[in-house]
């Protein structure tokens, strides 16, 4: 009863300024029905005893005193697919393409580490998923020494010999049956890869941080790599309990005793440290992000279609800027370039396009 009471002191034109207000701020475009909304916003001020919806929308409107109120309050109302492995062509691209050659050029300007950012990461999995095929692009770039000019190795390791590469291109370049290498869940190469994932909502960048999935979640991935970049534990709070130090098999040790994390019947999966380690979580709101680096990569994937056309005209533009000379923007198949005056390149591999920034930019739009 008092939920709608609250839905209905909440005036349509309060709700527009509450659009407004967060496309202004955060980018985001709530196309929900104004029926949702509201009672969302009533829920909301229940949750935070804020009385009314004066209230909310003057706290709204200072949230640059206050910018927690923003992600707050869209919690719950941004509809976000992740998962692992949700965009196979653009990671079958990343590590089949652009990972050995970014690494040759690398090693010809001199030793620079590997950056990527997940832009828009939810609660880490597409991090962690770029986070396996750097690594697995990079131990097969050594192995093959230039076997098949791919930087991959395209067959499986078990011996069949069947050599056609499409169990890799299928798992975003994860092989089947990983070499002995990638079983550290580390890359060979001597080059540094840092990897970092950021999103709006501080909830999404705690779970990502914390690293615990659903065994399920990684339904359909090759055991292989489950093995190699992945713990079993019997629940999430176990993963409270895990010491820092590894065991010298790269499996981390349980803190209490007769902790269950290596039960077949596990629930749950734990990223290994040695995975974890490559990647850094930030909250960020990609409307007004803070200066965090430039990138050899940029995966902003699903993020776009939030936005409003001003919005996404302008984080182009930004991610444009945040890209190396040379570095490469990742976007679903679905999403455009939408900007005509940015130095973009379109590349195609196997299928899936992604956009270059040419070498040269860095004369046009300065470093």
């Not at 190795?153 to 092989?175: C, D, V, Y």
Request: hydrophobic share 35%; proline share 5%.
């Amino acid at each position: 009863m008092h939920k709608l009471i609250a839905t209905s002191t909440i005036l349509e034109h309060e709700l527009s300024e509450l659009r407004l207000l967060m496309e202004r701020q955060t980018g985001i475009v709530l196309d929900c029905p104004n029926s949702a909304l509201a009672a969302h916003v009533a829920d909301y001020i229940e949750a935070q005893n804020l009385g009314s919806s004066t209230t909310l929308l003057e706290r709204l409107r200072a949230s640059d005193q206050d910018p927690s109120s923003l992600p707050a309050m869209l919690d719950g109302l941004i509809n976000v697919n992740t998962g692992f492995f949700r965009h196979p062509g653009a990671l079958n691209a990343l590590a089949r393409h652009v990972v050995p050659q970014l690494c040759a050029r690398k090693s010809a300007d001199g030793p620079s580490p590997l950056r990527i950012w997940s832009a828009g990461c939810s609660t880490g999995e597409e991090a962690y998923t770029i986070a396996m095929a750097v690594c697995d692009a990079l131990s097969n770039t050594s192995a093959s020494n230039g076997n098949n000019g791919k930087g991959v190795n395209s067959g499986n390791s078990n011996g069949n010999g069947n050599g056609n590469g499409t169990s890799a291109a299928r798992n975003g370049g994860i092989a089947q049956s990983a070499p002995a290498a990638q079983e550290s869940g580390r890359p060979t190469s001597s080059l540094s890869v840092h990897i970092v994932g950021s999103d709006l909502l501080p909830h999404n960048i705690e779970a990502a941080d914390r690293g615990v999935y659903r065994q399920s979640a990684l339904d359909g991935l090759p055991p292989a790599t489950i093995r190699s970049y992945f713990s079993k534990i019997s629940s999430p709070s176990v993963a409270a309990n895990i010491a820092p130090d590894e065991a010298e098999d790269g499996a981390p040790r349980l803190v209490k005793s007769g902790a269950s994390g290596g039960s077949q019947s596990a629930a749950h999966l734990l990223v290994k440290p040695r995975l974890r380690s490559l990647v850094t979580f930030n909250c960020m709101n990609l409307a007004r992000p803070g200066y965090i680096g430039r990138f050899d990569c940029i995966f902003c994937m699903d993020v776009l279609p939030h936005f409003s056309r001003a919005q996404r005209i302008a984080l182009i533009e930004r991610l444009h800027l945040y890209l190396e000379p040379g570095g490469y923007l990742f976007l679903s198949q679905t999403e455009k370039l939408i900007t005509s005056n940015l130095n973009f390149r379109s590349e195609t591999f196997d299928g899936y396009t992604f956009h270059r920034k040419p070498l040269a930019a860095s004369a046009a739009y300065g470093r």
